[in-house]
Every structure is written in structure tokens, then in C-alpha cells.
């Protein structure tokens, strides 16, 4: 395992900010092969640099980095846009930002960023691949300057949300509100990425937040250096991976059958992975799916039941289990537990809990949704009254 530290051969903040010379290069590589810098998770390297800077930190010091790491975004934006644009909108970009590159605004100008982009990616096999159909735009609809501003905004927004949250956290401050079309302006001046000298009664570009901390061109041809030789190696894979764009999805309970017989049948009879042996009361976690016995002794770790062992290492004190041979669910929160009822119901609505009445149950996915809501919003607490002490023996 890697350890970063402030002085680390590894760590990513050298790459971020200082030129290397080839050989250096070089000697990275044949060391061992790293993942191109444009196809790193630029979350991941936020939370690296926090971990290994100096505590506490100080919020000029995070301001720093967030400057530095949407410096590299933005050009994985500008990298997924060429490779989503068709070989005539690759050579109108690249010829129509050339002419802006000597001017005194080339460093935060798109036009001329992304030409020098395609320019730099063009020297390998980054654009040899045919042309996806399903990769670039529907042939109708051209690009123009107002629809590339707003794709770099919403490649950028995710990372702007984060980190927006990360340093309310860290240094408390209140969170800003704002409407849709202004969020990326708000955001961006929250996390001081705005210049000084920004207006808003002038029109916006996203490219004006960035703050090259060398050589603009010269740190973006390093970057897609190492993409142009990522792409010699693996030519099919270059397009796919550019244009994984994040998308985030709240966190789900386990989707469960709509028939409880087909939980039943199946878990009935199942041997517990831990004592090899058929539990008497089996239960499924609802987070992880991971098969429990409830209140076994057989399972029991330092005085702690398997259920109880498993709401610690999987929620953090948190669990929801599912009881196989009572079609209820239970809820462990910390030293205390209660019974929430169940998400199977009978033709009529009603539960059959410990199945004395052998009905069929099916699934009612408006109670399943109350408890996955409940589960994310953190309100078992507020709105389950009934608890009770578990004494470490579910």
C-alpha cells in the first residue's frame, strides 16, 4: 500500500503543480505504470491532500488546493468534450482557439484551453477510434459557445457540491442558496475561486475561476502526455474511460422480491457463513445482504451477538435486519432496538407476523420506501417510539 506523505515520490500534489522534465517522467513509469492524471478522481485527490497536510488546516491552505484541483477538472471537461465532438467540431475548436492563444486572457479562455487540448491528445491515438455514435452529440444539434459553457458547468458542479460541503464542515460558515441557473457562480464564489475582478453584470465563463499555479499550457501538454501514452497502449479503452461522467446516486436499501415465499424458500434452510450451522432465527441485513443469526450464541464475538457485531462493523451502530421467519424488521441503534414492522403484506394489507396465518405476502413498496427514507435521512431516533435495551443479545 502507498503511503502519501508531504515529500512522497507518489504524492499527486507534484504533478499538480510543478513541471517534470521527461526523464522523470520516465522513471515514474517504469517504476510503476500510474493511472493518467486526467483520468484521476479528483475527489480522491482532495481528500489525500487534506489528510496529509499539516493539522489543523487553515482555510487559505484549503482554498489553495481547491484552486489547484479545478485546474485539472476543468481540463478533464475539456477533454471529455473533445472526445464527445465529431472530427469537424475537433478541427473548428482547435482552429478557431489557436488564434486566441498569444492573447493576454489565453490561460482562461476555453477556446484557446481546449484547442490546445485537441491539439496535444492529437499527436497520439486518442481520436484514431471511429466515431461512436453513442459517444458524440446527435448529428442535428451542433455545439455552440452557450451549450459548451454549460457542459463544462455541469461536468464541474458535482466537485463544487462536494467541496462545498467539505468546508462548511471543516470551518463551519453557512451553506449559500441560490437558484439553478446561478449555482455554479454561488459555489464557485463560496469556495473563492472566483476572481476579484468578477461582475456579475458581465457574462460569465467558467474558465475565468481558474488559477494556474505554472505555466498553463505547459502543465496541460504534461497531463495529456501521459493520455497520449496510455492511449498507444490501450487505444479502445481511451474514449470510455474520458467520458465516464459521475453520477450520484442516493445510497439504496436491498431491492427485495416482490413474493416472500422467494425469501423464505431461500434463506429457510441457509447455513450461517460464520458457524456453518442452519440459524434458528435467521435474519438478512438490509444495507450489505450479509445472512445473520439472531441472538446465536453460537456466533457470539466478546460477549456480542452476530446482529448486534453487524449493525458496528457495517452502520456504524445502525442496522436494519430482516427476520426471516417473522417477515418483521428490527432496528439496532447503538444499545437499543425495536421492532418496525413489516414491508410484506397480505391480500387484505395486513402483516402475519411470525407467519401464523400462512398467507402469501407481497410487497409494499410505499412502506419499503418509508423505511429506506428513514434509513438516509437519519430519523429512526424521531419517529420510532416503541425501544427497548438489546444487552448485546440479538
Known amino acids: 500500500m502507498r503511503l502519501y506523505s508531504i515529500d512522497s515520490a507518489y504524492n499527486p500534489w507534484k504533478k499538480l503543480t510543478q513541471l517534470m522534465e521527461d526523464e522523470n517522467l520516465q522513471m515514474c513509469g517504469e517504476d510503476q505504470p500510474e493511472v493518467p492524471f486526467l483520468y484521476r478522481d479528483v475527489l480522491s485527490l482532495l481528500l489525500i491532500q487534506i489528510l496529509t497536510m499539516p493539522q489543523p488546516l487553515h482555510k487559505e491552505h484549503f482554498t489553495c488546493i481547491i484552486k489547484v484541483l479545478f485546474t485539472l477538472l476543468y481540463i478533464q471537461a475539456l477533454v471529455a468534450l473533445s472526445v464527445k465532438g465529431s472530427i469537424d467540431d475537433r478541427t473548428t475548436w482547435m482552429n478557431s482557439g489557436a488564434m486566441k492563444k498569444n492573447m493576454s486572457n489565453a490561460k482562461t479562455s476555453h477556446e484557446a484551453l481546449l484547442s490546445h487540448v485537441i491539439s496535444e491528445l492529437s499527436k497520439g491515438k486518442v481520436y484514431d477510434q471511429e466515431e461512436a455514435e453513442d459517444l458524440s452529440m446527435d448529428s442535428n444539434s451542433a455545439w455552440c459557445p452557450h451549450s459548451i459553457e454549460t457542459y463544462l458547468q455541469q461536468f464541474c458542479l458535482p466537485f463544487l457540491r462536494i467541496t462545498s460541503l467539505l468546508q462548511h464542515h471543516l470551518f463551519g460558515g453557512d451553506l449559500p442558496s441560490c437558484q439553478e441557473d446561478e449555482e455554479f457562480t454561488v459555489l464557485a464564489n463560496c469556495l473563492g475561486l472566483l476572481p476579484s475582478s468578477f461582475q456579475s453584470s458581465h457574462q460569465f465563463s467558467s474558465a475565468s475561476c481558474l488559477d494556474w499555479p505554472v505555466p498553463a499550457f505547459d502543465i496541460i501538454s504534461q497531463w495529456c502526455s501521459e493520455l497520449v501514452s496510455f492511449a498507444d497502449k490501450h487505444p479502445k479503452q481511451v474514449k470510455v474511460l474520458s467520458l465516464q461522467e459521475s453520477k450520484w446516486d442516493l445510497p439504496r436499501l436491498l431491492q427485495l422480491p416482490e413474493n416472500y ?54 452502520g456504524a451502530g445502525t442496522g436494519i435486519f430482516l427476520l426471516i421467519n417473522a417477515s418483521v424488521i428490527i432496528i439496532i441503534r447503538g444499545h437499543r432496538f425495536c421492532l418496525w414492522g413489516s414491508v410484506y403484506l397480505d391480500a387484505h394489507g395486513e402483516e402475519d407476523r411470525d407467519l401464523r396465518r400462512g398467507k402469501p405476502l407481497y410487497m409494499c413498496k410505499e412502506r419499503y420506501k418509508v423505511l429506506e427514507h428513514q434509513w438516509i435521512s437519519h430519523t429512526f431516533d424521531h419517529i420510532n417510539k416503541r425501544w427497548g435495551p438489546h444487552y448485546n443479545g440479538l
Open 261 to 314: 415465499n422467494t425469501i423464505f424458500q431461500y434463506y429457510h434452510r441457509k447455513s450461517c457463513s460464520v458457524c456453518t450451522k442452519v440459524p434458528k432465527d435467521p435474519a438478512v441485513c438490509l444495507v450489505c445482504g450479509t445472512f445473520v443469526c439472531l441472538k446465536g450464541l453460537c456466533c457470539k464475538q466478546q460477549s456480542y451477538c452476530e446482529c448486534v457485531l453487524h449493525s458496528q462493523n457495517c
